[in-house]
């Protein structure tokens, strides 16, 4: 096993360990602090964590697979989500991924060094359909044209 929280991580579990009733219930935190490590999280680190909180790898396994904001492989700097359920479909989620295909030259599903393109099930803020998670941003009204400029922004 390789993997290893860094120091502040281990600082961080530290501070939140007794703030738990039992360390199961640690099991997101420490999937966080394992995906902000590494930008996903490996089989190693879920047999670290597994350990650290005593319970089998197998619950570890099934929580980091039942969510899908936990990355299971290596990520690129930038992990563009596109929602693709009914109020976004309405309000152009075709043209925005038209647009981002177009900027990076990238179809759902792949990715490059710098993005990843995916489409996601309703992200919860429908009232500003259409829209998309950039990493952890949400950006909301988009245009083909704000979409573009907001990929160009990134990469200059
Ligand atoms: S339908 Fe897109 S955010 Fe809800």
Not at 80 to 109: P, R, Y
Not at 123 to 138: S, W
Request: glycine share 2%.
């Amino acid at each position: 096993m390789s993997f290893v929280f860094t120091e502040a991580n281990e600082a961080n579990f530290a501070h939140l360990l007794p703030r738990y009733p039992h360390p199961k219930a640690l099991v997101l935190p420490c999937l966080w602090m394992a995906q902000y490590q590494d930008t996903y999280i490996s089989m190693d680190a879920m047999h670290f964590i597994a350990k650290k909180l005593n319970v089998p790898v197998a619950h570890i396994y099934s929580v980091a697979t039942f969510y899908t904001m936990f990355n299971l492989e290596p990520m690129p700097k930038y992990h563009i989500q596109v929602c693709k359920t009914l109020s976004c479909e309405l309000c152009g989620k075709e043209d925005i991924i038209k647009a981002i295909e177009e900027e990076t030259g990238l179809k759902v599903n792949e990715s490059n060094e710098f993005f990843k393109l995916t489409q996601v099930e309703c992200l919860g803020a429908c009232a500003g359909a259409p829209i998309l998670q950039l990493n952890e941003d949400y950006h909301e009204n988009l245009t083909p044209s704000s979409t573009k400029k907001l990929l160009q922004r990134l990469v200059l």
